[in-house]
């Protein structure tokens, strides 16, 4: 049972993986699945790409790469300099702190919030590039902006 759990989590992370980068080569992906956590072989990785439909497509960059299926058609994703110019910011309503990020990652900011038990930081949701951040009553702005950039530094760079 546990290979089965392994390979459903490592099928989620590539998709995650796919979508939030523009990536040209297996080779790319192994990398990026490594420091996720899920070593793999090419062998492995290639029938997972298959069983996924995930191929390759013209990048808005000119360049191949890897992208998921949409609704019978492949969508290029973003490449890494489009990614970093997307709006990383923070808005606030009420005790809810809105933080929003670039498609794809999401899910990873408020795993990272949610794993470094603040106390300022009661919950999240997140979306696809929307993660809501339930705050603690009657916490200034300023210290949540400071408490978050601390656990997403990306949130520090804007």
């Not at 990020?101 to 899910?107: E, I, L, Q, R, W």
């Not at 990272?112 to 993660?131: M, Q, R, S």
């Amino acid at each position: 049972m546990q290979k089965r759990q392994d390979k459903k989590t490592r099928l989620q992370a590539i998709r995650l993986i796919v979508s939030s980068q523009a990536l040209e080569s297996q080779e790319d992906l192994q990398v990026e699945l490594d420091k996720a956590g899920f070593p793999c072989t090419q062998t492995t990785l290639s029938r997972d790409l298959k069983q996924l439909r995930i191929s390759k497509v013209r990048g808005r960059n000119g360049h191949s790469v890897y992208a998921l299926p949409r609704e019978g058609m492949f969508s290029p994703v973003m490449t890494r300099e489009e990614m970093n110019k997307s709006c990383w910011r923070i808005d606030f309503s009420g005790n809810i702190m809105v933080v929003h990020t670039p498609p794809g990652h999401a899910s990873m900011v408020a795993y990272d919030i949610d794993n470094a038990h603040h106390p300022y930081f009661l919950g999240t949701v997140a979306g696809d590039d929307t993660v809501l951040v339930v705050l603690k009553e009657d916490l200034e702005r300023d210290e949540a902006r400071t408490a978050i950039a601390e656990i997403v530094s990306r949130l520090s760079e804007k």
